[in-house]
């Protein structure tokens, strides 16, 4: 059985107040099962804490890389929001 879809989403480079609008917007195009994996030089936190706030119940938060210089986070869709 093959592996849902994983995107990958380098936000390193990113001006830092665009980056949860265009996380938020790759989350919401991915289908149920489908996985993004934003690609950062700090832990996200506050991305999830807006994530249970504003998506509850549709997201599975998975710590894959934890620094020191990369954090990686699978963050998968679990149901349509």
């Not at 830092?16 to 149920?32: E, Q, V, Y």
């Not at 504003?54 to 954090?71: C, S």
């Amino acid at each position: 059985m093959a592996e849902a879809t994983v995107i990958d989403l380098d936000v390193r480079e990113m001006i830092p107040r665009g980056c949860h609008s265009t996380i938020f917007a790759r989350f919401d195009a991915l289908n149920t099962g489908e996985t993004l994996r934003p690609i950062n030089d700090h832990y996200p936190k506050p991305l999830y804490y807006q994530l249970m706030a504003e998506r509850p119940g549709v997201f599975a938060w998975e710590p894959e890389q934890q620094g020191p210089e990369v954090w990686v986070i699978r963050i998968r869709k679990t149901t349509s929001s």
